[in-house]
């Protein structure tokens, strides 16, 4: 050190020591300065860069979708395990219920989607749970003692995770949210026609992830034609150049089985309609996943505003309904419909709801009783109970 700098050192030591309130305040300052620098730091990364961060502090997590989980569900899920694996983090994906909705299926099969059923909270593979699709756990023995780590989602709701919440209630698909986070990442979405290691960038959206994730935005807007936002246009139109055609169109027409089929047609044959109502009942089927399908076909029958498919399986009886009425508020309807029915539960949104019954031991014995329904189903629809 030079005489002239010594001396500086040494006034400054003097200054400080007959200042020492002086000294505190600057110390103050200077933590305050750079706290309030980190904080900005954290709050202007965007939401991808943040959340891959978070991926990034553990070894091994796990991506928890919703029970019997749809396209949106799925994608979401395998595109949180892409970016987890692109910082060296190990994510099983898991889900309560069961996958038999035959796009479902296809999806899963065609894309490849490793997913593992779990029945209670001990079979999560790790206690770092990441929830998408949905914000609250649930469908699993234990699923209230789940505190998630992180949370991603478009539904309402008041769920949180721990350490990350990122709830979009406007986006019409959580894989939107999904491929926004590729796109904060700088993530390159890989040509089908190409292998990832041609591509020289940092973060990739792997073909089948690009693929998936597409769909997932198509299926949760109904085919681009409702409840879309633009951002869902936007994250559509960054994935194109990864999405693979083949993949698309053998996910998005897949095969029916010729039982899903029938209990459609049985569901147009067997309706009982009054004024713009149709209420039809499939009877005994072993594809309960047909019923909502069966609803969907009956709402679309010129003159039809409010349709309800039931049938049975296993000691339950099942429920659908579809409403493009206004007059109709069909989860109300159901739900008033089952309500004071042992062991029933019903529910759902303005235009679709659906509900169970159990038909074993119970008071309400099926079909003796099914008159009975149909008729409450009718005064629920038309507003009278
Ligand atoms: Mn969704």
């Known amino acids: ?45 965007p939401s991808g860069v943040r959340f891959a961060s978070l991926l990034a502090e553990y070894d091994d997590v796990t991506v928890l979708t919703h029970p019997n989980p749809d396209p949106d569900a799925m994608a979401a899920a395998m595109g949180v395990a892409s970016l987890a694996k692109q910082q060296d983090t190990t994510a ?10 035959q796009e479902n299926r296809a999806f899963r099969n065609v894309l490849e989607v490793d997913l593992e059923p779990i029945e209670r909270a001990s079979d999560l593979s790790t206690e770092t749970v990441i929830l998408v699709d949905h914000n609250q756990p649930r469908g699993f023995t234990g699923s209230e003692s789940v505190r998630p780590k992180a949370v991603v989602d478009h539904h309402p709701g008041d769920g949180r995770g721990e350490s990350f919440t990122d709830v979009r209630t406007e986006y019409g698909a959580c894989s939107s949210v999904i491929a926004e986070y590729f796109q904060d990442m700088d993530a390159t979405p890989v040509p089908p026609e190409n292998h990832e290691s041609e591509i020289s960038a940092k ?9 998936g994730l597409f769909f997932g935005i198509l299926t949760d807007t109904n085919r681009l034609t409702g409840g879309i936002d633009s951002a869902d246009f936007d994250a559509s139109g960054y994935l194109s150049p990864g999405v693979d055609e083949n993949l698309l169109d053998r996910i998005a027409n897949p095969q029916v089985s ?17 004024g ?15 019923i909502p399908q069966a609803a ?16 049975t399986r296993n000691g ?21 419909a089952l309500d004071g029915i042992p062991g029933a539960s019903g529910g759902g949104h303005a235009r679709m709801g659906g509900g169970q019954i159990p038909i074993e031991d119970g008071d309400f014995v099926w079909p003796g009783r099914r008159t009975a329904l149909t008729d409450r189903l009718r005064r629920a629809l038309e507003g009278d109970v």
Do not use: W
């Not at 209990?263 to 309609?273: C, L, P, Q, S």
């Not at 076909?297 to 049938?311: F, H, K, P, W």
């Not at 339950?316 to 008033?336: F, N, P, T």
């Open 92 to 101: 099983t994906i898991q889900f309560p219920g069961q996958i038999r909705h």
């Open 203 to 211: 973060c990739v959206v792997p073909s089948r992830v690009a693929t």
């Open 258 to 274: 010729a039982e899903v089929l029938e209990i459609k047609a049985t569901a147009i044959r067997e309706r009982d309609v009054e």
């Open 296 to 311: 969907d076909e009956l709402i679309r029958l010129e003159g039809i505003t409010a349709a309800i498919v039931c049938g």
């Open 1 to 45: 050190m030079s005489v002239a700098a010594e001396e500086l050192v040494e006034r400054a030591v003097a200054f400080a020591q007959t200042h020492p309130e002086l000294l505190a305040a600057l110390l103050v300052s200077v933590v305050v300065l750079v706290g309030g620098a980190y904080i900005l730091h954290q709050f202007t990364r």
């Open 276 to 290: 713009a109502f149709a209420i039809s009942d499939v009877g005994d089927i072993s594809n309960v996943d047909a």
């Open 316 to 336: 339950m009886l099942y429920l659908s309904g579809r409403s493009r009425d206004d007059r109709v508020h069909m989860g109300r309807a159901i739900e008033a």
